[in-house]
């Protein structure tokens, strides 16, 4: 499956922004969907993993109650909206898919990438 995330951009502190994780070539219901950030000079973190079983989505405490993912199995995108944004989400947000049912917060897990996309959020 190919992954394409797109929807970031510069938004100030507070402000709301929904980033699109398109996929092709396979179906994306099938695939469990995990959204990981890396802000310059630091690691790949994770952000947030949804089953493709059930809907049960982790999120990293730091996001927790700001960002949520959905799912629309029809246009075969996964969404991750942000709201209530800080200087600190600034970042490359990047999509990943997998087969797997568990280990989701690892990027190991993960077999499918997207190319990220940058999140700025201003003071």
């Known amino acids: 499956v190919q992954l394409q995330a797109s929807g970031g951009g510069l938004v100030q502190a507070g402000g709301s922004l929904r980033l699109s994780c398109v996929a092709s070539?396979?179906?994306?219901?099938?695939?469990?969907i995990g959204w990981f950030r890396q802000a310059p000079g630091k690691e790949r973190d994770f952000v947030a993993g949804?089953?493709?079983?059930?809907?049960?989505?982790n999120y990293a405490d730091s996001v927790k109650g700001r960002f949520t993912v959905s799912r629309d199995n029809a246009k075969n995108t996964v969404y991750l909206q942000m709201s209530s944004l800080k200087p600190e989400d600034t970042a490359v947000y990047y999509c990943?898919?997998?087969?797997?049912?568990?280990?989701?917060?690892?990027?190991?897990?993960?077999?499918?990438w997207g190319q990220g996309t940058q999140v700025t959020v201003s003071s």
């Open positions: 949804m089953p493709f079983i059930g809907n049960r989505t």
């Open positions: 990943a898919a997998t087969t797997g049912l568990s280990g989701l917060a690892a990027q190991g897990s993960y077999n499918y």
């Open positions: 070539g396979r179906t994306l219901s099938r695939y469990a």
